[in-house]
């Protein structure tokens, strides 16, 4: 891939007959402009992408200079896979980790976002109350370290 100030290309490898989180959903090209209109506020920044599938948006925030966790389902080795592999080939410097809502691993504490992305993930009222307690310990995590609250963008 290469890019310049006002050009960026990323690849994704999709499988539309596959799980949720092996293609592109629309909230995530619209969620991965924002970010690119608003790259000078990610640059440096630490990012994590909930359930990131194929991860557009979280990409497009490490082609910008983010420090980002790409994350989905613990158990679903499929997507993570993916997940590293589209890494691999958009020679990305993402870390890939499996973190399902509302589950607490050891890992999932040293993260510290400044930025908390997530597209198309509010689709399910199960699903909404479980993310929303991920949302929540992040918070609580972080404002025990800086007065700063981070920024949590879902589309
Ligand atoms: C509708 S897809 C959106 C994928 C991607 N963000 C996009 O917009 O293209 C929902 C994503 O959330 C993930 N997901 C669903 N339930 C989850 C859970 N309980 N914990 C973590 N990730 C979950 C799925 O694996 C899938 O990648």
Same mark, same amino acid.
């Given at each position: +891939?290469?890019?310049?100030?006002?050009? *960026?290309?990323?690849?994704?490898?999709?499988?539309?007959?596959?799980?949720?989180?092996?293609?592109?959903?629309p !909230?995530s090209?619209?969620?991965?402009?924002?970010v690119?209109?608003?790259?000078?506020?990610?640059?440096?920044?630490?990012? $994590?992408?909930?359930?990131?599938g194929? +991860?557009? /948006?979280?990409?497009?925030?490490? =082609?910008?200079?983010?420090? $980002?966790?790409?994350?989905?389902?613990?158990?679903?080795?499929?997507v993570?896979?993916?997940?590293?592999?589209? !890494?691999? *080939?958009?020679?990305?410097? !993402?870390?890939?980790l499996g973190?399902t809502?509302?589950?607490?691993?050891? /890992?999932?504490?040293d993260?510290? /976002?400044?930025?908390?992305?997530?597209?198309?993930?509010?689709?399910?009222?199960?699903? =909404?109350?479980?993310?929303y307690?991920?949302? *929540?310990?992040?918070?609580?995590?972080?404002?025990?370290?800086? +007065?700063?609250? /981070?920024?949590?963008?879902?589309?």
């Open positions: +891939s290469s890019e310049r100030d006002h050009d *960026l290309r990323v690849d994704i490898v999709e499988n539309i007959e596959e799980d949720y989180g092996m293609f592109v959903w !909230c090209v619209i969620l991965a402009e924002y690119w209109q608003q790259r000078p506020r990610f640059s440096r920044s630490r990012v $994590v992408e909930l359930g990131a194929t +991860s557009l /948006p979280g990409l497009v925030a490490a =082609k910008v200079g983010a420090h $980002v966790t790409l994350t989905d389902i613990a158990h679903n080795t499929e993570l896979d993916n997940i590293q592999q589209i !890494c691999s *080939l958009n020679n990305a410097n !993402c870390t890939v973190l809502w509302g589950d607490w691993d050891e /890992p999932v504490f993260l510290h /976002p400044d930025i908390i992305l997530g597209a198309d993930v509010l689709y399910d009222s199960a699903s =909404k109350l479980l993310i307690s991920s949302w *929540l310990a992040f918070l609580s995590l972080w404002l025990r370290h800086v +007065s700063n609250m /981070p920024l949590h963008l879902f589309w």
